[in-house]
């Protein structure tokens, strides 16, 4: 905790004393002072004293930062009662940030349809979060029925908010159409706006529709820079990464970290591609190519291991909820960066037989 200044230090000591004569203002204050500082026990003791010194006046914010206190056990034991109590107090006023925390509390207690009723009523009055979680239960069905075009239109509100992981889940439905007719141009926009609101997942969407050419014409400057920022944090990015670097293909970004590119490097010289995808069957890494369905998103994985033990009715029996009556294809999802791989090798003049084995195995591949 950083020092204070003497004026500082004076201004808390007038507070203490203020408060411990029973002024509301200065207990307010000074409980305040400690909830910026994050003491947590400290200000739920005071904001308790002010509401006993004043209880006929409502705070809906000393309400709301008491029941989040209880509901994430900070400065207190965790209470997901005493949560619901003061959240209702703040709720019944027509507080939305008050009935968001009645829905979440009803969520812990895997009261479904109590959750929605609060997350609705938090959503009406604009809260970007509540929107989000009407969203989500509508999509997944969780404490009402399950409806892909409403969850759209939610997610959708949540998105034109600023919510960037809304954002993502727009882009997404745009790709996958799901409960909106598939429009890619559209799907580029919202990664685009979640990407530049910090959203990894999105920055790997913008870096693969660049390298593919989908949804925004081919730019592999472009494409390398979104999957360079992404790999920082996800997945399959790194893999992308990895293999440009590996061969000397990637100028315009940042190395991967050591471990990283060792990982992956490791895996090329033995002749195959990390996936860093769990395998659905055995719940390790996967390494090489793997079946999959073609959907605009891959939705299961199974490795080489697996394939070897597995036939085909096993793999559709124990992946049938994801399947469906889609067709299964060998893929691996580095096909999909093809272009950005031979612009990358020509950009750079590379020469390297291993490359050209690995290219003439991803041309062979389906694609998304």
Known sequence: MKELT???????????????????????????????????????????????????????????????????????????????????????????????????????????????????????????????????????????EKDLSKSFEWFLKSAEKGDAEAQYRIGMRYTMGKGVERDLYKAFNWYYKSSKNGYINSMFQLGYMYASGKGTSFDGAKSLKWLSRASEGYEHAKTVIGFLNHFGLNSMSKELNYADQMNISESIKKNTIESLRKCGACDNICKGFFKSTLDGGLSFNVCNDCLKCMDLEQIKEKFKSEIGDRILYHTHYLANFLPLIIYCRDENKVVNSNLESFITQLEDCAKE
């Open 6 to 144: 003497t004026n500082e230090n004076e201004k808390v000591e007038l507070m203490i004393k203020g408060a411990q004569l029973g002024d509301y203002t200065m207990q307010f204050d000074l409980a305040n002072y400690y909830k910026t500082s994050e003491q947590h026990s400290e200000a739920i003791q005071w904001f308790l004293k002010a509401l006993a010194h004043n209880n006929k006046k409502e705070n809906l914010t000393i309400y709301n930062y008491l029941g989040n206190c209880y509901l994430e056990g900070s400065g207190l034991e965790k209470d997901i009662k005493k949560a619901q109590y003061w959240f209702e107090k703040s709720a019944l006023k027509g507080n939305a940030y008050g009935q968001f925390g009645v829905a979440s509390c009803h969520d812990e207690n895997h009261s479904y349809t109590k959750a929605f009723e609060w997350y609705k009523k938090a959503a009406d009055h604009g809260d970007s979060n509540a929107l989000f979680n009407v969203a989500y239960c509508y999509e997944w069905g969780e404490g009402v």
